[in-house]
């Protein structure tokens, strides 16, 4: 391990050894802002008696794509405040004909201009708050965090804006409850103010944010002069009603069901936050992309139910907490056939637990410690199985009741630093198994943050009714985190029992990789182009348990941003020597000898700004094996006919010709099939868009996946070599018995309406077709009118969701 860290260490040094330093960081801006004791009205029209006389910060530098030039048009800011909120209004100059206000969905800034400010009320250069106005009044706001920016958070803010001859106005309120700050009597927040002018691809900040320095936080500027404020109570309601109509013409079965709940916001101390769901309702989350999945490793879906995906920044930080496992598949779901006896079949397996409630808590102190603590309960769930011949019924149960707990402590540390704790817990009521992950990670950076080290060590716990089985991991990196030139240098070393997947997600374990990353940057303009980014990365794996030679490979990608806005990418990789893959046979006991194989591809991406815009992107995978290749495509139009209408095609194609993949286990033989995998996948996504607060969304999908196998072999146990095989996996017409067809096709229609800040109705019509068999001689239209003639699923819902603020039910009542 040592050797091999050494050889990338040295590559390093002779690799960056012309690194250039980094510029100096200009002086930062002050702001010294005022009370008001007649706050303005948020229309925006900046004619308020409030305003006048109020210090005017201007002087924006561009980040890009001119970094540290002024900005084409002028921008100027004033901010106040007052007991229960900040106010900030904004004179934007442009040509009125010029500004793009396109018309999104909130928390989508799409092909439209913005003004925005940025809070580090900590001013730990970590982590913060956005919010974001484009001119046809859309927000957006944004939670910032280490490496991460999310705009999954909501919060209750107001804004307007307004369309003149010198360009475009912004006054915000942005209320206390919004905003997390220590309490203390003089206030100093980190705040930046910016713009973006989309048609020039031009993003300019108050206090110079130098795009070659590692963080937006980090670089901003100071406010002064807010004083004797104090947190409001912050205690919110969330109600909510829902009803369902569901109809499968796979039975002809219809069910319909009327639903209650309710989230709760609750202050518990100016910086910590209690967030619960009490009988969540997730009925109207979108489908997954579900896909042919040939390989032994799990497939990641994103998570799209809202209480876990707003919120969660201090949970996310350490890669251990995978939210899809609460309220996720069952946990003997893929387990239940081994429970069948002769002549039982199953009638009905629930393919997710019932989630009874969720509660987090999480929020930082002012000397920079973050706490977060999460909890979820998870109800017992029960398959149906049924004996034909008696035609009688039972119940097994395929999940115990289930608790799901995480804690964190993070410490902010001076200059980008920090250090974090983790720990992950499932317990399950029975013989199930429990499980127990504690991961420690940390970031130490230098005082002009130009350098930073960083790693973690992990540890897991299973106990079930085989034992305990404990294992663990670590990583180091060095890096260059800022300038022109930038580097990672990591080890990680991962046991074969280490295992988080109880409430985290891990596809490979038992490996020791050794990494190199490395960047030359180009942010200002030359030639034709706006920038230029150049990445190569080096891997090196070896076996854990083992000790062996696992995997060696090189890549090279780059992407030039062109002065019209267009954008073009090349890609290569190499794994020049053969290696040992231990997971495709699915043991670590005996490996298969992959072939030496080169990639090659790239993209090209037209100006998004105008009415059609064009991404294609293609890549083919060589292997020096005769036959052997793997090729795809994606071709994605994006049309735009007027400001509220927007849509984008996309089609992908891609096939894996002559693959070698694992079929079966036999007497402790390895049997692998040779196969020609295609895959189609045909999607439309677009939004109409009524005005700033009520949209129609669509999202539809068709999948078609076919594997096709003609040959067979076993994997030599000594050298994973392919030999010759008897496995008979043939029928008589000379068919295999492994050949397989996936179709998924899926209709999302959404229908949202905020009818007032923070309350919402939602109509969601969805329909799903999901189908295996053995692959049939048809091409790709005839398998589309093939599969909207195949059983399906449809889904109605309507759903109603009312804000209620504790302090304006207290202003009603006195």
Known sequence: MFKNTSILFVFTLLFFGSATAQKNQITTNQLFVVSTDAPPKVDGILDDEAWVNQPVVSGFLQTNPHPKKKPTGETEVRMIYDDQAVYIAARLYDNPDSINNFLTERDDIGNADFFMVVFNNYQDGINGDGFLVTPAGVQIDTKYSADDESVAWDAVWESATNIDDQGWTVEMRIPYSALRFPEVEQQQWGVNFGREIRRNRE??????????????????????????????????????????????????????????????????????????????????????????????????????????????????????????????????????????????????????????????????????????????????????????????????????????????????????????????????EGSARDANVSQLDFKLANKKNMYALSGQAGMSHVLNTFGTKSGYKWLAAAEKISGNFKFKLSQENITDDYDPNDLGFLNINNVKNSYLFARYALYEPFSIFNSARHDVEVFYTRSYRQDQFMNFALSYFTIYSLRSFHAISLNIAVEPIETNDFFETRTFDQSYRFPTNFTYGGFFSSDYSRPFALDVSTSQRVFDEQGRYNTYYEISPRFRPNDKLFFVLEHNWGVRNNEMGFVANLNDSIIFGRRDVKEYESSVTGNYIFNNRMALNLTLRHYWSTAVYDRYNRVDPNDGDLLPTDYEGFVESGKSIHDISFNAFNIDLAYNWRFAPGSEISLVWKNIILENGDPLDINYLQDVEQVLKSPQLNNFSIKVLYYIDYLDLKKKRS
């Open 203 to 428: 993003r300019s900040y108050w206090n110079y944010v130098d795009p070659a320095i590692d963080g937006l936080l980090t670089q901003t500027g100071l406010v002064n002069g807010i004083e004797n404020i104090e947190p409001p109570v912050r205690l919110s309601f969330f109600p909510y009603a829902s009803a369902y109509l569901e109809h499968s013409s796979a039975d002809n079965r219809t069910s319909e069901s009327i639903n209650g709940g309710m989230d709760v916001k609750y202050g518990i101390t100016d910086a910590f936050t209690l967030d619960m769901t009490l009988i969540p309702d997730f009925g109207q989350t979108r489908f997954d992309n579900q896909i042919l999945n040939l390989s032994q490793f799990e497939v990641e879906f994103n998570e799209n139910r809202q209480f876990f995906t707003e919120g969660l920044e201090l949970f996310n930080k350490a890669g251990i907490f995978y939210s899809r496992r609460v309220g996720g598949r069952p946990l003997y779901a893929r387990s239940i056939n081994n429970e069948l006896e002769v002549d039982e079949k199953l009638t009905e397996i629930p393919a997710q637990s019932k989630l009874l409630n969720a509660t987090k808590v999480s929020g930082r102190s002012k000397k920079g410690l973050g706490i977060g603590v999460f909890n979820a309960v998870e109800n017992r769930v029960y398959a149906t199985i049924e004996d034909t011949n008696l035609n009688v019924q039972r119940t097994v149960e395929i999940n115990p009741l289930t608790n799901y707990n995480v804690l964190v402590f993070d410490q902010v540390l001076r200059k980008n630093s920090f250090v974090t704790l983790t720990n992950t817990n499932v317990a399950r």
